[in-house]
């Protein structure tokens, strides 16, 4: 609080006029009293008016927070708390007792809310591929974790393995999908060809040798399959279609670059909100630079545009190793929450985000909008605070929209090769505060294998 004081002008002009009429005794005795009165009064007032810093006052100055932000408190994650700072200033040598009223000082603009921050990891989990949640009350969890799945009836707290019977031994399993119309009915993508059972208690059984990297059951039409592959030379395809629940398959990626061979696709999620709208996480073939990373957005007729990603998306530049925009993001992931209408796209750590070796997580709130131009995207996490330089990704998996809400994340924090460190990560704050999860894994089932 800053007090304004003035009238009393002290003079040693005024002070001479009067030692002429005064004994020189009693005009220094006066002149000291006068100067100890305005030591007591500096001391009682203390007026905060910027000038020089000085240290901190007594704990009973009154304080300001700093513009950071504080972050609520999670199981297994530390907090940061905002540091107070009174403030500092220096007295003028023109003082009067303060008015009744403190003048308030104009209060200095915040800034808006850092992104939040999660730390280096405490605790480390195998490597995640695959998460699907069935529209079951109470839901059911399936996780692909290497070359396993798992359920979890408890929202995440234990899982138990999945029997794999009808699964070739050793075959790699790549993502789950669940018929949301009838949620018995599950797939499995594996290295061998694609899967399905329609009971908990029957075998797999082959659908179709086709390679599957990513796989959605259509929302409106449980025959129709939208799948992500490799790219394949005979349908000249990443993304396709099929109308007879796998058994054959037709080129579904008009308007998709493909960059220069290699491109597969990450990610497909129907929109349930409109399942006439599609997404898609596609990653072009690249030769010689660092694989780029895409949201793209689609309908039923297999027909995509990309969606710009505006301040985030790449900018060119001569250096090679550099591009203008250190904030760029090549999308690894999508997840969707229908009750928010957010699309969550996770980021790559590359050498085009320059010294900053944080992972982002976007979000868009209106990735349906139909003018793609108007899609906007803001960040709404930075995960994995440690030093670099590492080359990760955070990648969204899945979002429970039910109470408590879950929002499912997965981090590779990995800083040297041939030893990976692998985070899961759930906010049921829409990303503002984050918990670790430990995956305790029952291994019971997997001789099924």
């Given at each position: ?207 179709n040798t086709l390679r599957v ?193 879950s929002l499912f994340v997965f ?39």
């Amino acid at each position: 609080m800053k007090f304004a004081i003035t009238g009393l002008r002290i003079s040693m002009t005024t002070w001479r006029k009067r030692g002429a009429t005064l004994a020189g005794m009693c005009a220094k005795a006066a002149l000291a009293l006068a100067f100890s009165a305005w030591l007591f009064a500096a001391a009682a007032c203390r007026p905060p008016i910027p000038q020089t810093p000085t240290p901190p006052p007594s704990p009973t100055a009154p304080s300001v927070p700093s513009v950071a932000p504080t972050i609520t408190e999670a199981p297994q994650v530390p907090t940061w708390t905002a540091t107070s700072r009174p403030p500092v200033a220096t007295l003028t040598a023109t003082l009067l007792p303060p008015p009744a009223t403190p003048t308030p000082v104009p209060a200095t603009p915040t800034p808006p809310p850092a992104p939040t921050q999660v730390p280096w990891p405490e605790l480390t989990v195998p490597y995640v591929k695959s998460l699907v949640i069935t529209p079951d009350e109470p839901p059911v969890y399936y996780l692909v974790v290497d070359n396993a799945l798992y359920r979890s009836l408890d929202r995440g707290a234990t899982w138990s393995a999945e029997a794999l019977a009808g699964i070739p031994a050793g075959a790699e399993v790549t993502c789950v999908a669940v018929d949301y119309r009838h949620p018995q009915t599950m797939y499995l993508a594996t290295s061998q060809g694609l899967y399905r059972r329609e009971r908990a208690d029957e075998p797999w059984g082959l659908v179709n040798t086709l390679r599957v990297t990513a796989l959605a059951v259509d929302l409106l039409n449980s025959d129709v399959l939208w799948a992500g592959i490799p790219w394949d030379t005979a349908m000249r395809a990443v993304i396709v279609k099929s109308s007879d629940r796998g058994r054959t398959w037709s080129k579904a990626d008009y308007g998709v670059g493909i960059g220069d061979g290699n491109a597969w696709v990450g990610a497909i999620l129907i929109n349930p909100n409109n399942p006439n709208i599609l997404w898609a996480h596609v990653r072009p073939g690249t030769r010689h630079d660092w694989p780029r990373g895409y949201v793209y957005r689609g309908g039923r007729d297999g027909t995509w545009e990309r969606l710009p990603l505006g301040e985030f998306d790449f900018v060119s530049s001569p250096n090679p190793f550099g591009g203008e925009n250190e904030d760029v993001c090549f999308v690894s992931g999508l997840a969707y929450d229908p009750n928010l209408n957010a699309l969550y796209a996770g980021c790559d750590i590359s050498y085009y985000n320059g010294t900053d070796w944080t992972c982002r997580l976007l979000c868009s709130r209106n990735a349906d909008a139909p003018n793609s131009a108007e899609v906007r995207w803001e960040v709404v996490a930075m995960l994995g605070t440690a030093a670099g330089p590492r080359m990760n990704a955070v990648r969204p998996l899945a979002v429970d929209a039910r109470e408590p809400k879950s929002l499912f994340v997965f981090l590779d924090v990995t800083r040297e090769i041939g030893q990976p460190q692998f985070q899961l990560l759930v906010s049921h704050d829409d990303g503002k505060t984050w918990e670790e999860i430990a995956l305790h894994l029952d291994l019971t089932g997997l001789e099924d294998l």
